[in-house]
Nanobody
């Protein structure tokens, strides 16, 4: 059983940057592709980004391409989401995700093996 704990959320202004972290425990970190999703009130959970197990190959949702960067540190069992040029529409709860399949297939929420509890990101205009 893998536990995922997110941190780094908060209230920022439009145009600011923020970095989220997700610490994994209870399993073998490199067995999983890792990713981030987000969910705004009244909306479905949306794919944000994913990263392969050992390489720096990454994938992004269209709404965050060019602004967000996902990375992982396998020595620390941690995945990060660096968010830049934040917009009010980025406001959501951000969830860390672990998937036993391929990172490029992580875009569908019901495929995810493990979820974190979420961290709130609020962007004011």
């Amino acid at each position: 059983q893998v536990q995922l704990v997110e941190s780094g959320g908060g209230l920022v202004q439009a145009g600011d940057s923020l970095r989220l972290s997700c610490a994994a425990s209870g399993g073998t970190f490199v067995n999983y592709a890792m990713g981030w999703f987000r969910q705004a009130p009244g909306k479905e959970r949306e794919f944000v980004a994913s990263i392969k197990r050992f390489s720096s190959t990454t994938y992004y949702g269209d709404s965050v391409k060019g602004r967000f960067t996902i990375s992982r540190d396998n020595a620390k069992n941690t995945v990060y989401l660096q968010m830049a040029s934040l917009k009010p529409e980025d406001t959501a709860i951000y969830y860390c995700a672990a998937y036993s399949g391929f990172a490029q297939d992580m875009g569908v929420p019901n495929r995810i093996n493990y979820w974190g509890q979420g961290t709130q990101v609020t962007v004011s205009s």
